[in-house]
């Protein structure tokens, strides 16, 4: 299967956190349907078989990774055909100043000066969630331009623009993923 990345979004009106992330579970059924077709599975992607584990990073047993993230009014899934994968959208930017000065080094901090606080966030919490982790473990993610490492592991950046000019940071295991965006 040809390396493939997928982001679906969407924008709500007046729904709740719960209606959102019954959302983000649709949003991740077309996903996993649009990189199934890609690969030739038959069929569209089973509701019943999506994994929610408390606290823990959802998946589609047999399917391709996927990683939610919502933050009023946008709701958002990306998925990807090889690796892992994990997303995070922020549309509202003020806590983050004061809980990423409290869990960023020197680098990360000139970093955010560079390229903004917000984005230093995303790109920590899209490789926290890449890697499974949850916000306990968010110190122990490290960012650097285009790419972060958490557990191990490397993860690279890509950073996409959805409605409204509301920025995204997706971290993938892969290189060079080449991401589709669509608003649903
Ligand atoms: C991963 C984590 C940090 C996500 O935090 P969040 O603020 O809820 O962020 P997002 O909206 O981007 O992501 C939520 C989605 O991530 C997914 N998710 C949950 N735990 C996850 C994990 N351990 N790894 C990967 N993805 C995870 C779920 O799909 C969830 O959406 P759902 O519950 O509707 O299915 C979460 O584990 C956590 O600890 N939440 C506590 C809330 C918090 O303190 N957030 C920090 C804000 S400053």
């Known amino acids: 299967m040809k390396l493939r990345g997928i982001l679906y979004y969407s924008v709500l009106t007046g729904h709740t956190v719960h209606e959102a992330s019954r959302i983000g579970r649709r949003l991740a059924l ?41 933050s009023l009014p946008l709701v958002a899934c990306a998925a990807v055909s090889h690796g892992d994968v994990g997303l995070d959208v922020e549309c509202d930017d003020a806590v983050l100043r004061l809980s990423l000065a409290t ?44 790419g972060a490492t958490f557990r191990g592991r490397c993860y690279h950046e890509c950073r996409l623009t959805l409605a409204d000019d509301r920025p995204a940071a997706v971290m993938t295991s892969e290189p060079g993923v080449p991401f589709e965006v669509h608003r649903l």
């Open 30 to 70: 077309a996903c996993i349907d649009a990189l199934r077709v890609a690969g030739e599975s038959a069929g569209p992607a089973d509701p019943g078989r999506l994994q929610f584990p408390p606290r823990g990073k959802p998946h589609y047993p047999g399917g391709p990774q996927f990683s939610i993230s919502h």
């Open 103 to 146: 869990i960023s080094d020197d680098a990360e901090r000139t970093l955010a000066r560079e390229i903004g606080v917000r984005h230093v966030w995303m790109a920590k919490e899209a490789a926290l969630k890449a890697g499974g982790g949850t916000i306990e473990h968010i110190g122990a993610v490290r960012v650097f331009a285009g």
